[in-house]
């Protein structure tokens, strides 16, 4: 592999050895992972009963165009086609939102029909509850949300050490796709005070790419991934936030515990299966717990919001160790849009090829947004570029609003650059992509 190795198998091989079966939980890891469960019932009873104010939801078939294979296992065309649906509503002071996505992809990156409403399957189901929450007002500024929902700490297309931790669906390793959580979600306000605690019941784990092919890492050395099947740990994660506003500051520190989404990858070479288009090694998924803690701010100077960032991460585990992941932004208006520079890096070196952390894997990288929102429809162009191996993404994407209710996008996908680095390695990923999405 060039000198880079992907690591070495570490006492019993976790391949051949006897997994314990995912139904053989102790009394409190089952009571754990079926709380999620045991609050349907009850957030369903809301919908039957409470008053509907907006069903709204979309249509969309989208097709992807690759420019290259690497492997047997890709297609040079992928199609897509989704069904959305949400619904809205009150009962009193409270009120509720559920929306679930049905969906079909042509390829191997979806998996079978399963009851996997945590998001806890190696494969992309097509069925999944997107949302399924209740907010109850406990006092006039302070709010409950409980059930299924999607968290957001940070800037789309931007980096922030207490956002990128968060569960991503890499299903599409070029689409931001977070993936919601279950839990509990206090928020309120005390003038200029504002605070957040989250506590999520189970472990919903990042959903990694197929990378038998592709969006192998190591497909220019001609090694490849063959998917995880182990179960990740029932616990999840806790956070506390709390954000203060003052003249034209805003700051804030954050804190978390519990286990970290994003997976460490165990390979077992001597498992691995030599095919002609390369070396094809199993791989364990294992997740570690890691503690984390930092500090925000930010400020409006005239023009321009200027934003800065740093977060601490510990963690016993050998092959992650600590980091300490700054970020530095500014942005202003430009036009009928904005415009958007990040620079972000880790001043620690991890212990494992940073491609194999994938919340970290682009790091050091300085990202430049351009969005615009004509009367037309809306366009963007974002490029990033990872700064110590010199590899490079560069995305554009436009939507035009053909009527109200029907929307054309077209866009472009394009990694290059050095091999090592976490776009190059998916280099053979590049690719065109349209869509057609009708909304009601």
Known sequence: MGGRRIGEPKGRNAVTSRRPSPFHLSPLAFR??????ALLPFLFSL?????????????????LSFFEKT???????????????????RVGRSGFVASGRAEGITSSYQGPIVFDPADRGAARPPLSIRELYVRLRL?????LQLGRFELGWGKTDGYSPADAFLPRDQTDPFA??????????????????R????????????????????????SEQGYFLLPADNDPPVRGFEAIRLMKTWGPWDGGVWARTGIRPAPLLTPHL??????????????????????????????????????????????DDPDLGDALIWAIGCERAVGDGSMMITVCGNALDPPVDPLLL???????????????NPPWGYWKVVWTTQLRETSDLLKAELDYNLTDVWKLTVGLDLPYGSTDGAFGAVSDGRRVRAGLRRSW
Not at 139 to 143: E, G, I, K, N, P
């Open 195 to 218: 605070y957040e605690l989250l506590a999520t019941f189970v472990t919903t784990p990042w959903r990694l790419p197929s990378m038998e092919g592709r969006y192998s890492p190591f």
């Open 47 to 63: 919908l039957l009963c409470g008053g509907a104010q907006g069903f709204t939801g979309y249509v969309e078939t989208k097709a």
């Open 176 to 193: 931001d796709e977070k993936l919601p959580l279950w839990g509990a979600r206090l928020q309120g306000q005390r003038g200029t005070l």
């Open 358 to 372: 994938f919340d970290r894997a682009m790091l050091p990288a300085v990202i430049v947004a351009f969005y615009q």
């Open 270 to 315: 001597d498992q691995a299966e030599y095919r002609p288009d390369g070396v094809f090694v199993p791989v364990d998924r294992r997740f570690a717990d890691e503690h984390a803690a930092g500090i925000e701010l930010s400020r409006v100077a005239g023009a321009y919001v200027l934003r800065g960032e740093i977060g601490a991460s510990f963690s």
């Open 139 to 143: 006092a006039d500024s302070v709010d």
């Open 32 to 37: 754990l992972s079926t709380f999620p469960l």
């Open 71 to 89: 492997t047997g296992a890709d297609d040079w065309v992928t199609g897509w086609g989704v069904v959305f649906l949400k619904e809205e509503g």
